[in-house]
């Protein structure tokens, strides 16, 4: 089953949208003028564009747009947080990408302004257009639900990915109203109930509502493992095929896979080891060994030339091409869902077992199709069987949003030192790597009243 981004529109729709992307354009610019922010409602559509089942067919397919920059569509936090982490290192001349994969992340940093407020966005239009769908296309379930999908998965990767204290803002009446500084744990809450509104509007037989409800429930899960709700995200992905996928897909049209862009085409990213520097001599201890452990399911070419730096050798893989889709969830987010629950109630034979069956018939990831891998064997303690849950996820989900959240969850769930869980030692751009463990909320959100910062930078 396949996401669709793109429905049937009339001209009036496809005008509500060219103007959500006129909005979103003019609130993305860094350098905004003055007269600019005299605008009534920037990055609002006027609500006579919306009244309509058209006009909220439109508002649904832009929020759906806004949905993809949030994964693969652009720069987002599946890169920038594979960067915080240890999926990719910078090959780049921002000084925002080096300061990231140093573990130094500014509270001005551009990069992560832009990310930030595209998550912001995402919750933002699905709200509109929920409102809109249920006032003049309430029959429309799927599609309602679809919508709460995509404001519960900016909710999610917001408390995954950022600090405590998170501003959760609103459209009251078309009025935008700033927002409490809410914790990690709020916001996986949040974006758990959202979740379940998705589910109960897409409670249909059809296809389209199969693959929305799915969607959901493995969402929803994930966001119980945020809550540490163990055998309820177990039950909640159970009975969901290993074969599942809800895709985000691009086209030359409308936008091309991200991740293949900055890490492949524009070599701004390398693939992350836990030996860096061009001679591979400088251990960072923690890092997986994405690059050193050969693994069938993360192919990765070696380089003798240089990344977009023009100093940092290009490590890249295969993994994704330019116009590759990517699975926003899928059936092996569900085993591994399942594979954790199992840990975390006693029983490793199950653990080993959902694990062996994935290496015994690995699922296509993007463009790459493994062979059978080796079984695992028990490694024989708690604490080197949830080591090896976490490492063979990472291979799984390369780069698809999760890595970052699940090393703080190994902090904050687990009771490992950040010491033992993210890079440490010496940086090979020069330097040590920081203490950072989330991306902070930026300057710009000051202007919100009620917002003085972060509550605290905690796994």
Known sequence: MKSSLKLPMSAAARTAVGITAFGLALSACSSITDNLLTAETPGIIPPALTQSAEGALGLANGTLDTFRSITAGNESTWLFGGLLGDEWSTSSTFPQNDETDQRHVQENNAQVTGMLYRLYRTRIRAAEAITALNKFAPTNRSLIGEMYFAKAFAEMQLAQDFCNGIPISNLVDGVPQAGEPETDAKVFTRALASYVSAIAFANGVDARSVLIGRAARIGKARAQLGLKQFAEAASTVAGIPTSFSYTHTFSLTTG????????????????????????????????????????????????????????????????????????????????????????????????????????????????????????????????????????????????????????????????????????????????????????????????????????????
């Open 256 to 459: 091309t896979n991200t991740i293949w862009g900055q890490g492949f085409s524009a070599a701004r990213y390398v693939i992350g080891d836990s030996l860096e520097g061009n001679a591979r001599n400088i251990y960072v201890k923690n890092a997986l060994p994405f690059v050193s452990a050969k693994d069938p399911r993360l192919p990765v070419d070696l380089l003798t030339n240089n990344g977009q730096d023009g100093q940092t050798r290009i490590r890249r893989t295969t993994l994704y091409g330019q116009l590759t889709s990517v699975e926003v969830v899928n059936g092996i987010d569900a085993r591994m869902v399942e594979a954790e629950a199992a840990l975390a109630s006693g029983d490793p034979a199950k653990f080993l077992a959902i694990h062996n069956a994935l290496r015994a018939a690995p699922p296509k990831l993007g463009e790459v199709q493994a062979a059978a891998l080796a079984p695992l064997v028990d490694p024989g303690t708690d604490a080197a069987r949830v080591s090896l849950q976490f490492r063979e996820k990472a291979f799984w989900t390369f780069s698809r949003g999760q890595r970052l959240g699940d090393m703080r969850r190994l902090v904050r769930q687990y009771g490992r030192a950040v010491t033992d869980v993210f890079p440490v030692g010496i940086h090979y751009k020069g330097g040590d790597y920081g203490a950072d463990v989330n991306f902070p909320i930026v300057t710009d959100e000051r202007n919100n009243p009620k917002f003085n910062g972060c509550i605290d930078r905690n796994a």
